[in-house]
């Protein structure tokens, strides 16, 4: 089986410590094929890591960005994304030749407007962090036949491969193909829950990233 985790972060994220390097290794030994780093609001993490992983395993780049409606994943895009509002980072991660994932719906509302899932490419259906409410984003899924995607969130090495995409039959590994498969709906998103305590310290590294830089 092919797995990939599809939503990880870095140090250059705000509430993540985490080595480009260090994710890239804990990655391999865990034996997923590739990740995405998706650090927020910039791809820097991403790119080094693909750097670093070389051949050895597939770095999808992203970013994550908040917008008015909630967090989008951007993936398979080379540049930052300047925009914050909803309409225009799609855009942006359209003309990069990306796919746009709505990230762990339900976590912070508790319904999600429909003409918002009419303009994404796929919903992260597994989110590590996202704990019960993952199998109502599953169902969202089904019910609007939109592709799923998985991953951690993780902001913590042992995070990492928690949360999956999977594919059952990929012959030929490249970007273009997994960008394909996934807007086939040929993913599968699966995993097990991270602890829910995780987020608070996500929380003080932020904080303590933001007293430090003054």
Do not use: W
Not at 65 to 92: A, K
Not at 122 to 147: D, M, S, T
Not at 193 to 211: E, G
């Amino acid at each position: 089986m092919i797995a990939f985790d599809l939503h990880i972060h870095s140090k250059y994220s705000f509430d993540s410590n985490l080595n480009p390097e260090h994710v890239v290794e804990v990655a391999r030994r865990k034996g997923l094929t590739g990740i995405a780093i998706v650090d927020h609001n910039n791809i820097q993490g991403a790119i080094e890591a693909r750097r670093i992983a070389q051949q050895k395993l597939v770095v999808i780049c992203g970013t994550e960005i908040n917008t008015e409606i909630g967090d989008i994943v951007g993936l398979f895009i080379d540049r930052d994304i300047r925009s914050r509002r909803f309409e225009d980072v799609l855009g942006e991660i359209k003309n990069q030749g990306g796919i746009s994932i709505l990230a762990h719906p339900y976590k912070r509302k508790k319904s999600v407007n429909p003409d918002i899932l009419k303009k994404i490419d796929a919903l992260e259906a597994f989110n590590a962090r996202n704990g019960n409410n993952n199998r109502n984003v599953g169902l969202l899924a089904q019910r609007c036949n939109l592709p799923v995607v998985g991953g951690s969130d993780a902001h913590f090495a042992f995070e990492i491969g928690r949360g999956r995409t999977v594919f059952d039959d990929l012959n030929d590994i490249n970007i273009e193909t997994l960008k394909k498969n996934i807007l086939s709906g040929l993913s599968k998103a699966t995993g097990e829950n991270s602890p829910f305590f995780l987020d608070y310290l996500s929380q003080a590294i932020k904080i303590f990233k933001y007293k430090s830089t003054g």
